[in-house]
């Protein structure tokens, strides 16, 4: 679902699908099994787990806060557009996206990527 397309970067020797930072989250969603995309999804626990993570190895290859946080933007975009928030945490994260202005979700993409790196 987060698949990474690093610009700059010889990605042979990464694994693209472990990492937060989208290129195009719709195509990476497309491509990830879908009971792991639940397993991740279902519980806000899980999911801000396993986004702490891809931040921590995105923080490992050199990637900065503000890269980091445009990543965690366009996956928030990603989501609210196509999935259904599964718990109360995403439900709320997801009517604050909805009507967040463009500043106000480029901050609240920078303490995404603050929260779930703190996660590991």
């Known amino acids: ?24 989250p719709k195509q990476a969603a497309a491509q990830m099994n879908e009971d792991k995309k639940e397993e ?3 519980h806000f626990d ?12 995105g923080e490992k290859l050199g ?8 990543g965690a933007k366009r996956v928030a975009d990603y989501l609210a557009e196509h999935e259904e928030p599964r718990n109360r945490e ?3 994260l997801n009517e604050m996206w909805t009507v967040a202005n463009k500043e106000e979700r480029e901050h609240m ?3 995404l990527v603050k929260l779930t790196d703190q996660t590991n």
Do not use: P, R
């Open 40 to 42: 991740i999804l279902q």
């Open 63 to 70: 990637l900065g806060e503000e890269a980091l946080s445009k």
């Open 46 to 57: 899980s999911f801000k787990n396993y986004l702490g993570n891809q931040v921590q190895k």
């Open 90 to 92: 995403q439900k709320v």
């Open 1 to 24: 679902m987060f698949n990474v397309i690093l610009q700059g970067k010889d990605t042979n020797t990464t694994n693209k699908e472990e990492f937060i930072i989208a290129h195009d």
């Open 109 to 111: 993409a920078h303490v």
